[in-house]
């Protein structure tokens, strides 16, 4: 069965301040890795989209990496604003539009 | 341009009552989904459609409809609402781009079944 897994569950930094946020997948066949912002009462809006044969892409503040032979995906954000306060969701992309969402993990950016 | 649309934003239910959630997307996009997002998990494919006229179930299907009459309209029915269906649903569409295709999701429905 398909999963994606992210750690940490939540995480609280200082406006300013960078932090990483991992995730790890098992999705078969896998196509690609997709990184989402979610913000509280909205729907998920795309960071990053990632095939098997990247192993970075950046998007502003935001920057994913991906290791297709560990299965590991990270998030870094960079110099983290207020407006990065949202669920960050980590999502494994398979063939034939399968899409199999991780729970996310919440930040919390606070002045 | 729009984007993804989603009526209504809240709505209450009683046991049993039947409901059609509504999604439209003016982007022209042949793929169209429905998920729902329940605390603590990710989100869950309920139906999706690669395009006119056709669908096909996803991970959770039970107790949901779903027609494509129209690139631009796929509504999701609930046949007789329950209160395991208390949950958000989101609507979201794309077009294939190269290996990778951006998903563009609606602001949800909020779902209470009482």
């Known amino acids: 069965k398909n999963q994606v897994e992210q750690s940490p569950q939540s995480l609280i930094i200082l406006e300013g301040k960078n932090c990483t946020l991992q995730c790890n997948y098992t999705v078969s066949p896998f196509s690609n890795l997709r990184w989402y912002k979610q913000d509280t009462g909205r729907g998920p809006v795309s960071l990053t989209i990632?095939?098997?044969?990247?192993n970075t892409k950046s998007n502003g503040r935001y920057t994913a990496t991906l290791d297709a032979d560990t299965k590991q995906s990270s998030l870094h954000i960079t110099a983290s604003q207020l407006s990065d306060s949202a669920s960050y969701i980590c999502?494994?992309?398979?063939?034939?539009?399968?899409?199999?969402f991780g729970k996310g993990t919440l930040l919390t950016v606070n002045p | 341009n729009a984007g993804v649309t989603q009526t209504p934003k809240f709505q209450v239910l009683k046991t049993g009552q039947s409901m059609t959630l509504q999604c439209a997307q003016d982007m022209n996009h042949e793929y169209m989904s429905w998920y729902r997002q329940d605390p603590g998990m990710g989100l869950r494919l309920i139906h999706y459609s690669v395009g006119a006229g056709i669908t096909d179930q996803g991970e959770v299907p039970n107790g949901y409809n779903v027609s494509r009459s129209t690139t631009e309209d796929f509504p999701l029915r609930l046949l007789s609402a329950a209160p395991s269906q208390t949950s958000v649903y989101f609507c979201a569409s794309s077009a294939r781009t190269s290996d990778a295709y951006e998903q563009f999701f609606g602001p949800g429905t909020r779902l209470t079944v009482l």
């Open positions: 990632m095939t098997f044969s990247e």
């Open positions: 999502v494994g992309g398979g063939s034939n539009y399968k899409l199999t």
